[in-house]
């Protein structure tokens, strides 16, 4: 007995260690799983595992929308509230080699950044998104990503539901118009007529159209619809809006002609907004920019991007300071706030107007950090204003950049950094 | 006895040497060496339970249990959820499509895929091939594979409660779930170190090959071999503190093997280091190519800033000798991150140390070894701190290298608790 001693001694010891340990072991896997996967594996099927983040789905927008050719794509501020906002991560779910990924902003108009060392050899810094050529379009914790931007070749999303009011006429004689048919104008989108709702299933920015027997007026002309005749009746036609941050979307911007072109007739507006667009992009002469915004405006004048339109169709010219005042005058117009960096407007007056004053106080969220470091970047001359330096450091306060720089911080965030260690 | 663990291991690693090869002969190799690993997989699995079966029917009945608790683990996993698994899972995923490892890390696009080196994504690479549901899974397999490796070459004498009271240990070790669920290259890195401690503390060795074939497998799952030189040491200091004489023989075989081993861990790295720097230049001018592919259809008006920022010299931090306050400071600061996760389990192998010195005297010495890992890795951080000023920000990687705590924690319980019955019984 008294040899065992020591036997039990260590039983009870390890009885107490492994209580102990066990005690904390946190697992990480879910109790209720087993079951189940067992039950799915006995019938030949692969259990399908949860992921936390969103990227992969990325990877099949990719294959859905059959891009071709390399892709330089834009990503959300790296330390924004949203799982795509790590190019890191994101590329991991990426699939594809010829995508390369940047915590970019939007990528048009173009940026460049560089920091020079005094008595160093070496660009220290150096920010260049003059290649890319899509940028993705997500829900970034509040707000959709970007929150700016300019124009581009063609939207691209997964699936997205879209249900719109089915637009009635009323022809001559005051009876109501139904439609016969509808139609969309890509192959990614599908749309069904339900009575008084059409569902389109969407996969790219483009019309819908229904067809009607004879000609009217839209029985709601407020509703966001445009009438045009057609040979043996009329169509209307309707441009949903940019996906919100309730769609949830997942998408890009595509600033290159990458996906297929629109294939069935399409209503005279939808071509001139096309080429609207690519004319900012393209930087076609701001007369027929500024020609193209008009017709369109005629054409369909409750068009959803006229606003916007027609400060970008001014873009890079003398007139451009007076059109994005006035529109920002107004309210706070987010998609083309950062463009101030573009204009030639006074601290002055820039400082006074209702995005800066709408700023809420402490710390900043999404929105307030794209508009405090779009002035810190316009204002950069101004080293000594005390409201660009409070910016500055709220900006900062936001991500890493408090305690360590890190280049794949987003680049204007890494600008109001470099600008506070500018200073003297 | 093979070492059936360590064999797989091997086969794993081979695309590592095919970099240098490139083109369509790599890629040859590669799609061969898929299956291949496939076939180590089985064979050494099959080995494994064949001698298990043949000589140590318990340890086969201890092995069922552990392949039990995998498998339950394995059914309730629930998903990839750490950048780590991303990473390794993403190099795989290119492999299958560009066809070798080379074309994967080619095509990599960030350079931070070379933050996780091949190894441990190579050793789960079957579960690809074998269509399994996730590379965690097949982690899992491996796990089993070791237990199976570790009882069949090191273990085969031990007594059942102590092999029982080993792996009960090692499940409930402090963070061993949560390195099992996401970050495998730690984990493996443990399992290898902790089987440089083990051999000696359980009365078995490790043969020459298998010192020089570990030493490789520690810095192709991590490429520092100065940090692969902390387990070859304090493996050889087991194997000598275990040896029944010492003598110049002993003495002789245990620097020999520890050198050879140190050779092949600095090798080993120096090709990885080298391989790694051609694949990301490759990979740079692969991005630099899709850059300049993309025909930037828009002309823009670029907005060009400039930032000066203060002469470099203001800006540059100083390197701290290496006896200085900075370096105490760090050894400090790295002691508190260990204690801060394995409180429980440093306590535990100082008081199996005290213990087997006060029961075993000269023989207990092999017991105070497992203690210098985690001292080794907090000494180490001296040094560290020495090339890279901002090494408190990894306090996250020290903490999972040290996940070889609980290990050597669970074994040293175990080898105390088999000794002090062998001699109960004598």
């Known amino acids: 007995m008294k040899r065992q001693l020591p036997i039990v001694l260590s039983w009870i010891a390890i009885a107490v260690l492994a209580y102990v340990q066990a005690r904390d072991v946190k697992l990480p896997f879910d109790r209720k799983l087993p079951r189940s996967n067992l039950k799915l594996l006995l019938h030949k099927k692969k259990p399908k595992l949860s992921n936390v983040y969103g990227e992969r789905l990325v990877d099949d927008g990719l294959a859905a929308w059959k891009l071709e050719g390399p892709i330089h794509l834009a990503l959300p501020p790296m330390y924004a509230s949203s799982p795509y906002a790590n190019a890191g991560f994101l590329s991991s779910f990426i699939n594809h080699g010829e995508v390369i990924l940047h915590n970019e902003p939007f990528p048009h108009p173009k940026l460049s950044i560089t920091e020079t060392i005094a008595g160093g050899s070496d660009v220290a810094y150096h920010f260049d998104n003059r290649s890319t050529n899509a940028a993705l379009y997500v829900a970034n914790g509040a707000d959709v990503w970007p929150l700016g931007y300019t124009a581009w070749y063609d939207m691209v999303t997964l699936d997205r539901i879209v249900d719109v009011p089915t637009p009635r006429l009323i022809d001559g004689s005051g009876q109501l118009v139904e439609p016969t048919a509808v139609r969309t104008v890509h192959p990614l989108n599908k749309v069904t007529i339900y009575g008084d709702t059409t569902r389109a299933e969407m996969g790219h920015l483009s019309p819908i159209i229904w067809t009607f027997p004879t000609e009217g007026k839209l029985l709601d002309p407020s509703a966001g619809y445009a009438v045009e005749s057609a040979a043996d009746g009329a169509e209307v036609s309707y441009l949903p809006p940019l996906p919100s941050r309730f769609d949830r979307p997942v998408g890009m911007l595509l600033l290159a002609p990458m996906v297929a072109p629109t294939t069935s007739d399409a209503p005279q507006w939808w071509s001139l907004d096309q080429r609207f667009r690519r004319a900012v992009l393209e930087r076609r002469p701001t007369a027929e920019r500024r020609t193209l915004v008009h017709e369109l405006a005629k054409a369909y004048p409750t068009h959803p991007f006229l606003t916007h339109y027609r400060i970008v169709a001014d873009f890079g010219d003398p007139r451009f300071d007076a059109t994005w005042l006035r529109a920002q005058s107004e309210k706070c117009e987010m998609p083309s706030w950062y463009l101030v960096a573009w204009t030639h407007l006074p601290w002055s007056t820039v400082r006074h107007l209702p995005c800066l004053k709408e700023l809420p106080a402490g710390k900043l969220d999404c929105r307030g950090e794209y508009i405090a470091e779009s002035v810190v970047l316009a204002y950069r001359a101004l080293r000594d204003d005390q409201q660009l330096q409070d910016l500055a450091s709220r900006v900062v306060d936001r991500s890493y950049l408090r305690s360590e720089f890190r280049s794949f911080n987003y680049p204007l965030s890494d600008f109001a950094y470099l600008w506070l260690k500018a200073r003297p | ?426």
């Not at chain 2, 203690?371 to 890795?377: A, F, M, T, V």
């Not at chain 2, 951080?381 to 020290?398: G, I, K």
């Open chain 2, 1 to 426: 006895m093979i070492d059936a663990f360590l064999a797989f291991f091997l086969v794993s690693l081979l695309p590592i040497a095919f970099l240098g090869i490139g083109g369509h002969t790599e890629h040859v190799l590669f799609i061969g060496w898929r299956w291949l690993q496939v076939v180590a997989l089985f064979a050494s699995s099959l080995f494994v339970v064949y001698q298990l079966a043949r000589r140590d029917r318990r340890g086969l009945a201890v092995l069922a249990l552990v392949v039990v608790g995998v498998a339950y683990l394995g059914l309730s996993y629930l998903g990839i959820a750490w950048d780590a698994q991303i990473e390794y899972n993403r190099v795989l995923q290119l492999a299958q499509r560009f066809g070798s490892i080379t074309e994967a890390y080619r095509h990599g696009v960030t350079h931070w895929i070379f933050g996780y080196p091949p190894g441990a994504t190579l050793s789960v690479a079957f579960f690809l091939t074998l269509k399994m549901i996730s590379p965690n899974v097949a982690q899992g397999v491996l796990l089993a594979l070791w237990s199976g490796s570790l009882l069949t070459r090191h273990l085969r004498h031990v007594d059942v409660p102590t092999k029982i009271v080993f792996f009960v240990l090692l499940a409930t070790g402090t963070q061993l779930m949560w390195h099992f669920a996401y970050f495998y290259n730690n984990l493996f890195y443990a399992l290898v170190w902790a089987t440089f401690v083990f051999a000696p503390m359980f009365g078995s060795s490790l043969r020459p090959w298998e010192w020089c074939g570990y030493a490789l497998v520690l810095v192709w799952l991590r490429p520092q071999w100065q940090i692969a030189a902390i387990p070859i040491g304090v493996g050889a200091l087991a194997a000598l503190a275990s040896a029944r004489t010492w003598n110049l023989r002993v003495l002789r075989d245990t620097i020999l093997m520890m050198t050879a081993a140190l050779a092949v861990a600095w090798l080993g790295s120096t090709y990885w280091r080298s391989a790694s720097a051609k694949l990301d230049e490759a990979m740079s001018r692969e991005n630099a190519d899709v850059i300049a592919n993309i025909t930037a259809q828009q002309a823009s008006p670029v907005l060009e800033i400039d930032v000066h920022t203060r002469p470099l010299a203001q800006q540059t931090t100083t390197v701290p000798p290496f006896l200085s306050r900075e370096s105490v400071d760090a050894v400090v600061w790295a002691y508190h991150v260990t204690a801060h996760a394995y409180s429980l389990s440093l306590v535990v192998l100082a008081a199996v140390a005290t213990l087997a010195l006060l029961i075993l005297r000269r023989r207990g010495l092999v017991f105070v070894v497992p203690l210098l890992s985690p001292i080794g890795i907090v000494l180490g951080t001296a040094a560290f701190a020495h090339y890279y000023a901002a090494y408190r920000a990894n306090s996250w990687a020290l903490e999972r290298l040290q996940i070889i705590t609980p290990i050597l924690a669970a074994g040293s319980v175990a080898a105390l608790h088999w000794t002090v019955r062998q001699r109960t019984r004598a």
